[in-house]
């Protein structure tokens, strides 16, 4: 494990730090030199060849034992200056290749280019609108939570007020403040009070009785005294059983 961090922290370091810096260096010279200019671009060349391959490449041949290793001696021997193997490799092996594969890997670039360009603007418009309609499904599902939270803090507002006389119930309310406002309180009776007021209406009521029975018997005696001498024995009795039935009638005197 320590051995392949160790072989990337290399490689990283020969095969492309290194160059990199010499490879400025050579364009920020007061003399240029156009074999070196020249010698770094066919470096880079090769360095992006194999980058490519080895993305694929790592898959199947990682296994085997020294791949590191070996992969790190590939690069110092194309830039070190005793072995200068980019120059053999791009001129023997890559430019020869290309040049006659020129043309179709050229079409096939720009045929991949242009799907590549239509690919990602399918996946944008697509991308946008999804995430279009997941805002406003967010933005909706938060305006359902609010009006939810509002109704509840309404409902129990309105649990905790007072309930409001209904407009049916008004009117009898001011029945009964009127009556009331009308009629006022009585003081309370006593016991005592009562039966003296019940024992008073009874004599009252005794007296007129008594009284009426008086104008009566006076009114019959009249009229037997203006008649007495006009009628026959036979009414004479009628009348005084008539008579004592009235003094009979009459209530005694307490």
């Not at 490689?11 to 010499?22: H, I, R, S, T």
């Not at 909706?140 to 006389?165: C, H, I, M």
């Not at 009308?182 to 009874?202: H, L």
């Amino acid at each position: 494990m320590v051995g392949d961090f160790i072989i990337r922290f290399l490689v990283l370091l020969f095969g492309y730090a290194y160059p990199a810096f010499e490879c400025f260096k050579s364009v920020e010279k007061n003399n240029v030199d156009i074999e070196e200019i020249r010698f770094w671009c066919q470096y880079w060349i090769i360095i992006a060849l194999v980058t490519v391959c080895e993305r694929i490449g790592d898959i199947f041949l990682s296994w085997l034992p020294m791949y590191g290793e070996v992969k790190l001696a590939f690069f110092i021997y194309l830039w070190h200056p005793k072995t200068k193997g980019t120059g053999y490799i791009y001129d023997t092996l890559l430019k020869p290749l290309v040049a006659r594969h020129e043309t179709d890997i050229e079409r096939k670039l720009q045929e991949m280019k242009a799907r590549g360009w239509d690919f990602a603007i399918y996946y944008w418009n697509n991308c946008t609108e999804l995430g279009q309609t997941k805002f406003f499904e967010a933005l909706q599902y938060l305006a359902r939570q609010s009006g939810k939270f509002t109704n509840n803090n309404s409902e129990k507002s309105n649990g905790d007020e007072p309930s409001a006389t209904s407009p049916n119930e008004l009117p009898s309310l001011a029945k009964n403040t009127s009556k009331n406002s009308k009629s006022p309180p009585r003081p309370p009776t006593t016991p005592g009070s009562s039966t003296i007021n019940r024992e008073v209406a009874v004599s009252q009521k005794s007296k007129r009785v008594q009284v009426h029975l008086n104008e009566e018997t006076e009114s019959v005696t009249a009229m037997d005294t203006d008649n007495s001498t006009n009628l026959d024995p036979n009414v004479n009795e009628k009348l005084h059983q008539f008579r004592t039935r009235l003094r009979r009638s009459k209530p005694t005197q307490q």
